[in-house]
DNA sequence: TGACGCTACAGTCAGCAGTG
DNA sequence: CACTGCTGACTGTAGCGTCA
């Protein structure tokens, strides 16, 4: 971006000519499609001071951090999710489910049984639960910013990316509204990317 | 030790947007 | 048009610190 600046006794033409061939690049070119960073340019051309100048790299910086820090969760979350399919694939294939074969080595009690009578399916549940979306996570940055949220929020999280369940269908499995299972959910999120967003700043300076 | 204020969390209600 | 999901506004509650 300061290069496009360098020159300030270049016309006005080559000026736009070199804007063009810069608005090729996919970041400047979203940069640019802000119509608030469009008249932040443009100020910047007709009046070069080092204070604009400086509020136009500041402004492209935010701009840079927010995307690389977007493109660096979704590939996390891409990746993690990449990373538990192999590990699912791993423990099914190392650890078949034999239904008939007993839960523990002296008992009698097989999973089939459990799934057998309505009345077990609380015994189910509570096996199913027993998996946190702790257990899934190979990034510590995201670990630990899960670690910080309450019991509710991280329930809500492990039942909607571990178990695949929609707000509905957590909130009946919680004897909670929708709306308030959304709620944790929002809120669980933004904790998470704010105590990520804190760590990324602190590593940075 | 009780009253008070602050903060965070969790809940409901109402309304909006997207979809089939 | 009904259904689903999300979100803002508002309210209640619990925990914690401060102060008389």
Redesign the pocket.
């Known amino acids: 971006m300061k290069e496009l600046f360098d020159h300030h006794n270049q016309s006005v033409e080559t000026y736009w000519d070199k804007l063009e061939k810069h608005r090729q690049n996919p970041i400047i070119k979203s940069f640019l499609e802000i119509p608030e960073h469009i008249a932040l340019l443009i100020e910047v051309r007709n009046q070069p001071t080092a204070e604009l100048k400086k509020k136009l790299d500041d402004t492209f910086r935010e701009f840079y951090f927010n995307i690389r820090f977007t493109t660096y969760l979704s590939q996390t979350i891409y990746f993690n999710a990449i990373n538990y399919d192999k590990k699912i694939k791993l423990i099914s294939e190392r650890y078949q489910l034999v239904l008939d074969r007993p839960l523990k080595e002296d008992g009698e009690l097989t999973f089939l049984d459990l799934l057998s009578s309505s009345e077990n399916m609380e015994n189910t549940d509570i096996f199913i639960a027993s998996s946190t979306i702790g257990d899934h996570l190979t990034s510590y940055e995201i670990f630990h910013a899960i670690q910080s949220?309450?019991?509710?929020?991280q329930q809500v999280l492990s039942l909607a990316y571990i178990y695949g369940l929609?707000?509905?269908e957590i909130a009946c499995s919680l004897n909670?509204?929708?709306?308030?299972?959304?709620?944790?959910?929002?809120?669980a999120l933004r904790?998470i990317r704010e105590i990520i967003e804190t760590e990324l700043r602190r590593k940075g300076q």
């Open positions: 949220l309450t019991e509710n929020q929609n707000d509905s909670k509204s929708q709306q308030a299972v959304s709620k944790s959910h929002t809120k904790k």
